[in-house]
């Protein structure tokens, strides 16, 4: 029977309340008392010199309250890189400044030139249209190979070439994987390329500013996954504000997905136009301008070797990725092709040899950073494709090959630098078996044919790294910040418990699945728990939600704050049962005495904390409230194994899903409905990128797929009814709920799923086809079959 509640059962969520009845908070809802609007002036050229900017019509213009152009931020910091990657040779990245606005030059579609600040929109739109700016066009660079040929135009004139760093990892391991390869029985190649993809949450970016002049304080209100971080940067590194003196406020956020981790220009701006206006300013993108704005994700190009001996086991593997940076480094964007996809390429298996080679690359396109997966979908594509495309080519089971060389015995170290604690592949491999009934795939695939269509079964095992770790660690391989979280845990007289976290929700669910484990932990009702989260001024310092690391870090951070709240109970329930300490135990909201009848209620505890007439005070501090810090040892690695049957139309080269199982172990499982919810989510996306979405440039650097005119987001009939499975845990061994990540793995596991499902389908119609790149529309399957 299922729970009623805490760890382990499907509590509704409690936050879709307000969500559903439209009381939800979020910025764009923020109107401040006397606000005035900006609108960007963004580049309409990829690439050129800025030459004058004339806005003396536009300042005469009605409602203009302050034009302003790059020339008023020179003395202001540039939008700061989170993560430095030092090269293969021991060199670091080059780093280009990042100016709020354009400056000298402009270096991508939609970079922010002058922003126009007046009562209205509608007059900042009109001013910033009478704004001239004239520039001199320069050639652009789009595609990544051509960016590093000596002959390309510089994307910045201050650096030596277009790329940013040339890494390789382990490159103890080159000559060894390389000598492999010569030694190999079989090598199976491939080159396939990552498509670009442009998150869109359901809500744009919003930001608001605020200054009080009588106080010196700046508010930032804004669309952000990590107040905390925006706070640091922003304050530290670009308008060299106290953080004392700053004040961020992520309120509701309607989706991220990783692009909204990062410090933009537009929150910068605001910030500083408040004071320099004297009045809030505040700035609402159009679905148009996140398109150019917001960063954008993956755009990988790479070839990917996998060496076998004559029994079919792994031997070596190496890749060779571009990835692109766009024009300007986002927050951590170095990061995600090094580090987070990097450490991930031994996958699932016990490839005893690994060289990972990645070249970034600046273009004149939106910057790339993390979106959900952040490195570990590129790799898992990789890996999942080579792998499908080497049983075919060696005329074996793709479902064989995998179980042959899957890991199974824990913990492992892989050769690139990571350490699983647990996992059981062969666990969820069978699981995937049963629940996606693949023994009866044939009879399906006939039922196809018999209809005319093409049917396709495709495989896919991954293993993600979540939760990144530790602060020590990191730190040695470029990150700029700390990766711990935090909790502060406050216990009201009455009984009831305010958890002020670091972490962020912006659709993870924490207001309901952080009260579950509380309530599990003292034995109380979870109404009788609020979590707070989102503002630097009531929260302890964390930072933030992305990686899926929220329960991983910031839960690990809430039990360890409560469990110093019932330690210190424990303390004045002994008092109060006059009892030793040792032998109180707390179960089901009471403390008792071991081994006797006496007990004292959680509620009465709670208030002779702040009422302590029955304990000495010099033994103990009045009031009941705690704060911890969890800075994890190591990531948490949940795995899975999925199957996505496909049919394809011959005739239109259309591809429809038919079947999608996804079974995963993510460990202990708290809230299993949200969970479930969460590899939904991650599923569609993932099956968008395998299917419909693209963003695209042409040669001239222009957006191609601006809109939902021209990017195509997967809706309702795009996907099918998905059968989903957590069943298969095995609990992280370093955490103390014994949980890993979920909200990635559905767009980890499935593009690679897709791909493998459709190229399945056209062998089984005769054709010859080992790879088409994503998107697989009907026009790339149909120019495939023929």
């Not at 024009?327 to 699932?348: D, E, I, Q």
């Not at 592949?425 to 009879?443: I, N, P, Q, R, W």
């Not at 929220?550 to 839960?555: I, K």
């Not at 799923?753 to 399957?781: C, E, F, W, Y």
């Amino acid at each position: 029977m299922p729970k009623d509640g805490g760890i382990g059962a499907s509590s509704k969520r409690r936050e879709d309340i307000r969500f559903l009845t439209g009381e939800g908070n979020y910025t764009d809802d923020i109107n401040l008392r006397g606000q005035a609007h900006v609108f960007f002036l963004r580049s309409d050229i990829a690439h050129g010199t800025i030459t004058a900017i004339d806005t003396s019509a536009a300042e005469s213009m009605d409602g203009v309250v302050k034009i302003f152009t790059g020339a008023d931020f020179e003395a202001v910091g540039g939008m700061p890189c989170g993560w430095q990657v030092t090269d293969k040779h021991g060199e670091p990245m080059q780093e280009p400044r990042h100016p709020i606005l354009a400056h000298g030059k402009v270096r991508h579609v939609g970079e922010p030139i002058a922003a126009v600040v007046a009562e209205t929109l509608e007059q900042a739109r009109d001013a910033a249209e009478a704004i001239v700016v004239d520039i001199d066009d320069l050639p652009a660079v789009v595609d990544m190979k051509a960016a590093v040929e000596s002959s390309a135009p510089k994307v910045h004139d201050d650096l030596t070439s277009n790329l940013c760093y040339d890494w390789g990892f382990v490159e103890e391991n080159k000559a060894a994987t390389d000598a492999a390869f010569e030694a190999a029985a079989h090598v199976t190649t491939l080159e396939l390329v990552n498509n670009r993809l442009v998150a869109n949450p359901m809500e744009p970016r919003v930001a608001v500013g605020d200054f009080a002049r009588g106080t010196g304080d700046h508010t930032l209100y804004t669309t952000s996954q990590n107040p905390h971080v925006i706070r640091l940067l922003m304050g530290a590194f670009v308008l060299g504000i106290p953080e004392h003196k700053l004040r961020v406020v992520a309120p509701d956020v309607g989706g991220g997905f990783g692009t909204k981790i990062f410090h933009y220009q537009e929150e910068a701006f605001v910030t500083f136009a408040a004071k320099a206006c004297n009045r809030p300013v505040k700035w609402t993108s159009s679905r148009s301008e996140a398109f150019m704005s917001d960063a954008h994700g993956r755009d990988h190009v790479t070839k990917i070797e996998l060496a076998l001996d004559g029994d079919n086991n792994f031997t070596a593997l190496r890749t060779d990725t571009y990835a692109n940076m766009g024009a300007y480094l986002s927050t951590f964007a170095p990061s995600v092709p090094t580090w987070l996809h990097g450490t991930l390429m031994a996958g699932n298996y016990k490839t005893p040899l690994i060289y990972v080679n990645v070249k970034a690359v600046f273009t004149n396109t939106v910057p790339v950073d993390a979106y959900r997966g952040a490195g570990r979908p590129e790799a898992t594509f990789q890996l999942e494709r080579v792998i499908d495309k080497a049983a075919r080519e060696l005329g074996v089971d793709p479902i064989a090959l995998r179980r042959q060389n899957f890991i199974t015995e824990f913990p492992y170290a892989t050769p690139v630098a990571v350490e699983y604690d647990t996992g059981d592949y062969v666990a969820t491999m069978d699981k995937l078996e049963e629940m996606g009934d693949l023994s009866g795939f044939a009879a399906r695939r006939a039922a196809s044919e018999a209809k005319g269509k093409w049917r396709g079964l495709g495989i896919n095992c991954y293993i993600e790294a979540c939760g990144i770790a530790p602060s020590n660690l990191v730190g040695q391989l470029g990150a700029r910040a700390g990766l711990y979280e935090s909790a502060t845990v406050r216990v009201n007289a009455t009984g009831g418990l305010v958890v002020m976290t670091g972490s962020h929700s912006h659709g993870q669910g924490h207001e309901t699945v952080f009260p579950q484990v509380i309530a599990e932990m003292i034995g109380i009702d979870e109404s009788m728990i609020e979590v707070v989260h989102g503002d630097t001024a009531n929260t302890p310092m964390g930072m933030g939600t992305y990686g899926s690391r929220s329960l991983a870090v910031g839960g690990s951070a809430m039990v360890r704050a409560t469990e110093k709240i019932i330690a210190k109970a424990k303390k004045i329930a002994s008092h109060l049962l006059e009892a030793s300490e040792s032998d109180i135990e707390l179960k089901d909201g009471a403390f008792s005495v071991a081994g006797t009848d006496k007990s004292v209620a959680w509620g009465d505890v709670t208030l002779a904390a702040y009422v302590p007439h029955n304990y000495p005070l010099e033994e103990m501090e009045p009031g009941l409230e705690e704060t911890a810090f969890y800075d994890p040892s190591n990531f948490t690695y949940p795995s899975g194994a999925y199957a996505c049957e496909v049919e394809v139309d011959p005739d239109t080269g259309k591809v429809t899903i038919e079947r999608f199982t996804a079974v995963d172990d993510f460990g202990n499982v708290v809230n299993p409905m949200i969970v479930s919810g969460q590899v939904h989510g991650g599923l569609a996306q993932g099956i968008g990128q395998a299917l419909l979405e693209n963003c695209s440039y042409d040669e001239n650097g222009q957006l191609l797929s601006a809109s939902y005119m021209d990017y195509a987001m997967p809706r309702a009939d795009d996907v099918p009814f998905y059968a989903v499975d957590h069943s298969c845990q095995t609990p992280c061994t370093h955490n103390p709920l014994g949980v890993k990540g979920c909200g990635e793995a559905g767009a980890i596991g499935s593009p690679p799923s897709v791909v493998n499902a459709v190229v399945d389908a056209l062998q089984s119609g005769g054709k010859d086809v080992t790879h088409i790149d994503m998107p697989l529309t009907p026009s790339r399957v149909w120019d495939a079959m023929q």
